[in-house]
């Protein structure tokens, strides 16, 4: 789901190209009012007891009276033996009738908004029961405030569904948890024939009952209850398809308010087809090819990845993308619980980014990139949610979406497009989440089982932890017969959890002839790092390519470098191995009596190469090998000073 541009915003940015990316500012101060009640009204994560297989929604809509009339069937296995009474999710104001098994009557008691039903008899594991609930009400609420009944802009009688997270049990008796998807379902609408319905799945048949009208839609594939939706007026439908394989179309329906299809708005509804290529190109075939999509249009702000039917407020390139990315991710693989909401929010973000690359050039996605790291920096708390009991911390845009998105960017940095697209398409596909569920650790697995890389650290720092890191980063470089040492520290500053970021971190040190990259892995608070190069440094750039959500002050000073060196410190020599010069460094942060002696391997001390009192300092030594006759081998060099001895390991190849 994805609720984007204020009314004000599209005035002001109405003719930026930019506009239709722009997070709403408002985001999360209007969820918070929207939401008084929390978690307070539902039992999370609804009866445990049992697994649904089956849902099948018989609903007539009565605009007229804004009533619902239904009869729902849920069938659905026991998961213990002995199981004589369970529980669905079902607002109180929703008056049940009648449940049913079969032609029997079953009591049942409804409060708190839980309705709790003993069954015909007792259901040992793996048996099926089966319960018809007929009832009927008038729902109210609606996820983020989307109320059920309204009248579009265009003035006509329109009824939308929004359910995430929390809203399905206002409209129809369920299981009111992600975790528990129908492996498939059966959608009957009636309504006036005035109104054309829409909702998931296939359109089976449409009956005509005189003045109303019922449409039959199947849901072939599993699908999560919050994902299942109806909406109502008097669309008029432009009808397109997408030619996945060659000659092999799937339908494409959107849903539009009567008289508003434009010619610009068919050319940007067209662009739905564009997106279906690069998305089945990047994450594998859409996942609902036995069925359709398409888009419903609706009253509310933004757009909600209603399972092959994203309901949409408008039709910009970012909502549109934002809303068929979900349905892989969101859809297809569900996040198990609300604390996960970054499985599929986040890729929908990130998916935006992948479609401005796509369409406009990868400058274009770092735009995109870049305004979303400006958003996360505002996020506070970890990623996993902590406090599912608040709609708008599950649907905080800074967290969930923006940094979400900007952590999949990451790791696209860490692992390199080949794993990472490689990854995706393996977490997306894979054979245990595919039309299921997932969590982070879901995805962290397949990722590193797909990448061959440990990525613990990477997970458990940005969806664990909280912020980013602030990094000071103090270059400096010496000369030595033509070679330049560079010397880099990185500096973090503490942060609460994790008390620093572990990241590889790329740096790009230009020359007067152009640039050399390096690539180091970054996991100590203060790290140093040296690289040579054969031509002066003119300067530094700290991760070059904005891989990394961070704040970063690159110094160029010698004076705080040196601020930096106030221990006794021993450099690993270089090159190494070498043949015949190589260079030692050391610093002194007081004068001393400095030893620098050479050792053959097996521990023998040969020569000493120094001896002498010396001022404080960072000192070059250079050994030249032939000087002293040595030969190809493993040598130990020593400094000793009378507070600090340090020794290392060097190799002479001739
Ligand atoms: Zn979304």
Same mark, same amino acid.
């Given at each position: ?13 109405? &003719? ?27 039992? $999370?994560?609804?009866? %445990? ?31 213990? /033996? ?14 049940? %009738? ?49 109320? $059920? ?34 492996? %498939? ?23 005509? @009952? ?7 839609? =199947? ?12 909406? #109502? ?5 432009? +009808? ?5 394989? +060659? ?7 959107? $849903?539009?308010? =009567? ?44 757009? #909600? ?9 408008? &039709? ?159 270059? @400096? ?6 070679? $330049? ?17 572990? #990241? ?41 390519? /904005? ?29 190494? +191995? ?25 521990? @023998? ?50």
């Amino acid at each position: 789901m994805k609720r984007i541009i204020l009314p004000i915003l599209i005035v002001l940015f109405c &003719f930026n190209n930019y506009a239709q990316e722009q997070h709403t500012c408002g985001y999360i101060k209007r969820l918070a009012l929207n939401n008084p009640g929390g978690l307070a009204k539902v039992n $999370y994560p609804g009866d %445990s007891n049992y697994d649904v297989n089956y849902y099948k929604l018989d609903l007539t809509i009565d605009y007229a009276n804004t009533r619902i009339i239904g009869e729902v069937t849920i069938k659905a296995n026991s998961v213990v /033996n002995d199981l004589s009474s369970v529980f669905v999710d079902l607002k109180d104001y929703m008056v049940i %009738s009648e449940i049913k098994t079969g032609s029997q009557s079953l009591s049942f008691q409804q409060n708190n908004n839980i309705v709790t039903i003993d069954l015909d008899k007792s259901y040992n594991e793996g048996e099926e029961f089966e319960i018809v609930i007929n009832y009927a009400g008038n729902p109210s609420g609606g996820g983020f405030n989307n109320s $059920y009944f309204r009248t579009t802009r265009v003035g006509t009688p329109l009824f939308s569904t929004l359910s995430e997270p929390y809203s399905t049990s206002e409209w129809w008796p369920c299981k009111d948890t992600p975790a528990d998807k129908a492996d %498939s379902a059966d959608i009957w609408l009636t309504c006036s024939d005035s109104y054309i319905p829409v909702s998931n799945g296939k359109l089976m048949e449409i009956v005509e @009952n005189g003045s109303t009208h019922t449409y039959k839609w =199947k849901v072939h594939y599993p699908i999560a209850q919050y994902l299942i939706s109806v909406a #109502m007026t008097n669309y008029d439908i432009y +009808p397109d398809e997408f030619e996945y394989e +060659p000659g092999k179309f799937l339908p494409v329906n959107h $849903y539009v308010y =009567k008289g508003t299809l434009s010619q610009s708005r068919i050319s940007q509804l067209e662009r739905t087809i564009d997106m279906l290529e690069l998305f089945s190109d990047a994450f594998g075939e859409y996942p609902f090819l036995r069925e359709k999509y398409g888009h419903a249009e609706w009253e509310w702000g933004g757009g #909600m990845e209603h399972q092959t039917v994203s309901s949409m407020g408008s &039709f910009g390139e970012a909502l549109m993308s934002h809303e068929l990315v979900h349905q892989w991710f969101g859809d297809k693989i569900t996040c198990k619980n609300w604390e996960s909401i970054w499985l599929n929010e986040g890729f929908a973000t990130y998916g935006e980014s992948l479609w401005w690359e796509h369409a406009y050039g990868f400058d274009r996605y770092m735009h995109d990139i870049s305004s979303n790291m400006l958003h996360a920096k505002s996020a506070t708390g970890s990623i996993h949610v902590q406090n599912i009991n608040s709609v708008g911390q599950i649907f905080n845009g800074a967290r969930s979406y923006s940094k979400g998105g900007v952590v999949l960017h990451m790791l696209r940095g860490v692992l390199g497009d080949d794993k990472f697209f490689k990854a995706i398409k393996a977490y997306i596909n894979d054979p245990v989440l595919a039309y299921d569920v997932a969590v982070t650790e879901d995805f962290q697995r397949v990722a590193e089982e797909s990448s061959g890389e440990d990525l613990d650290y990477f997970f458990s720092q940005w969806i664990y932890g909280e912020n980013y890191p602030t990094y000071t980063v103090t270059w @400096n470089y010496t000369e030595e017969n033509n070679q $330049y040492l560079v010397k880099v520290n990185i500096r973090q500053e503490t942060n609460s959890e994790p008390k620093f970021f572990t #990241m590889p971190v790329e740096f790009e040190i230009k020359t007067a002839s152009g640039s050399e990259f390096y690539t180091e892995f970054n996991n100590q608070q203060d790290q140093g790092f040296e690289f040579i190069l054969f031509e002066e440094p003119t300067q530094l750039i700290f991760d070059p390519n /904005n891989w990394i959500l961070k704040d970063a002050s690159v110094v160029t000073s010698v004076d705080n470098f040196e601020e930096l060196k106030d221990e006794f410190f021993l450099e690993q020599n270089y090159p190494n +191995p070498f043949n015949p010069t190589t260079i030692i460094q050391y610093n002194l942060p007081q004068a001393t009596n400095v030893k620098l002696t050479l050792f053959d391997n097996l521990g @023998n001390e040969i020569i000493t190469l120094l001896d002498e009192v010396k001022n404080p300092g960072y000192y070059n030594f250079e050994l030249n090998s032939a000087e002293y006759g040595l030969s190809s081998g493993v040598y130990f060099y020593q400094l000793t000073t009378n507070k600090f001895a340090n020794t290392k390991k060097m190799v002479l190849l001739k």
